[in-house]
């Protein structure tokens, strides 16, 4: 599928984006370890999530749904996992594939675990090490890639780990095999990173000790199910905050967005750059801190993008790298090599369609710099990775002539009826099957 969109528009009126992502793959997760009944609103019923269903359901966990955001998910816990009777398939879901990699580690058969093109490209080492310490043995494809098999029947031991780079995923495998793991296992952060996992954890539950920037549990215990309200995804709800920011006139509401602290990082970026974000009624649901908010157009400025915020921001920059694209001056990210090992180097990725557009960038190792300007138009190579494909459609509101976005059928992992919700609120977008003319239904 392609994105065929025309340049300017207005973007304006009430829109409430799909559940977040990271807390949907963790509540199927722990709900299924837990003990007796959870109940799921506001599920995000997108296809990495989705596998992450598909994948417990192979495991013997029976799971109603999704229908219209619910799930129920009967849990079988802590130690009533099933053999599956073929390969996981993770999609594209890097979180589903990391996460579970650590909960199967400590069960007592072997599992393989594959994906798409995509994931199959990506980098495993980063939980592969920190499980073996644990005492897991898991094998992948050359270069530590999957498909991975995971040994089971190995007895693990809880150990102390320092993150050699802030990556909630690998944080959180870590804790989940530490489930099962004999003893304590510690997890030490170079900066804060996402703490879905943590807080969930607790919601369940199972004690979690935090101090400072280390993370504690013991082994052994259990989980109780409980009821679970994902809040509207603040990664999604960036690619809208930016094009309302970027288009004159532009005036738009975002309800109940998820804003734990570990992930408003794109706020704080986008009101340092000039961005008009208000946020209303502040209120806590399930654990989690949610919040309305109100953005207008308002002239950006480029920024030094400040370290402490880019791992709160890690995967809205594909949409702040918009902006900065549109602000006027220099844009300067550093401290971002965890963007390299997404859904594709996001950089590098960012860097191209940028050029493309007639965006003069440079590209750092663990960064970039990008001089704002004009943008024209022409046709986005998105990689397979949804975020870039969102990112160049909104792009569109400040661009001179018209946008093709090439391969966007991974938008469904993450924000199903994105053109859909776009086009409803002022965005000149429409879809077309590759190389076929007119719109889809």
Not at 179 to 208: I, K, S, W
Not at 263 to 272: A, C, E, M, S, Y
Not at 297 to 313: K, N, T
Not at 405 to 427: I, K, Q
Request: glycine letters at 14%.
């Amino acid at each position: 599928m392609e994105f065929k969109l025309l340049p300017g528009g207005v973007i304006s009126g009430e829109a409430r984006v799909p559940g977040d992502k990271s807390i949907s793959h963790r509540a199927v997760m722990l709900g299924a370890l837990a003990e007796g009944e959870t109940r799921i609103n506001g599920f995000l019923e997108g296809e990495d999530a989705l596998a992450t269903v598909a994948a417990f359901r192979a495991l013997g966990v029976r799971i109603e749904g999704p229908e219209d955001g619910g799930l129920r998910v009967h849990g079988v816990g802590l130690h009533g996992l099933k053999a599956a009777g073929a390969t996981l398939d993770m999609g594209n879901s890097g979180t589903s594939i990391r996460l579970l990699t650590g909960i199967l580690a400590g069960q007592p058969f072997d599992s393989r675990l594959s994906g798409d093109a995509s994931l199959c490209r990506r980098p495993m080492g980063r939980v592969m090490r920190p499980l073996a310490l644990m005492g897991a043995r898991i094998e992948a494809a050359a270069g530590e890639t999957p498909p991975l098999l995971v040994r089971g029947g190995q007895t693990l031991e809880g150990i102390h780990y320092d993150l050699p780079v802030a990556s909630a995923q690998v944080k959180s495998c870590v804790l989940l095999a530490g489930l099962y793991a004999e003893g304590t296992t510690t997890v030490t952060e170079p900066a804060p990173t996402r703490d879905h996992t943590e807080r969930m954890l607790q919601g369940f539950g199972y004690e979690v000790r935090r101090d400072n920037d280390v993370i504690l549990l013991r082994g052994g215990g259990s989980l109780r199910g409980t009821a679970i309200d994902v809040p509207a995804d603040i990664s999604s709800a960036a690619f809208f905050l930016v094009a309302a920011s970027i288009a004159p006139g532009s005036e738009l509401l975002l309800t109940h967005v998820g804003m734990n602290p570990t992930r408003t990082g794109v706020i704080n970026i986008l009101t340092l750059m000039g961005a008009d974000i208000t946020v209303q009624d502040e209120r806590e649901i399930g654990g989690e801190p949610v919040a309305d908010l109100l953005v207008r157009y308002a002239p950006l400025r480029g920024i030094e993008i400040p370290e402490d915020q880019v791992p709160l921001a890690i995967d809205e920059f594909p949409a702040l790298f918009i902006a900065a694209a549109c602000a006027e001056g220099r844009t300067v990210l550093r401290g971002a090599g965890e963007l390299r090992v997404k859904e594709s180097d996001r950089i590098a990725a960012m860097a191209e369609g940028l050029a493309t557009l007639g965006i003069a960038n440079e590209v750092l190792e663990d960064g970039i710099i990008i001089e704002g300007g004009r943008l024209g138009g022409g046709v986005i190579r998105t990689h397979l990775d949804h975020r870039i494909a969102m990112a160049f459609a909104i792009a569109a509101l400040r661009a001179e002539s018209e946008i093709r976005v090439l391969d966007c059928d991974h938008v469904a992992t993450s924000f199903p009826g994105f053109d859909a919700l776009a086009r409803g609120l002022g965005l000149q977008i429409s879809t077309r099957a590759g190389g076929e003319d007119g719109e889809r239904a």
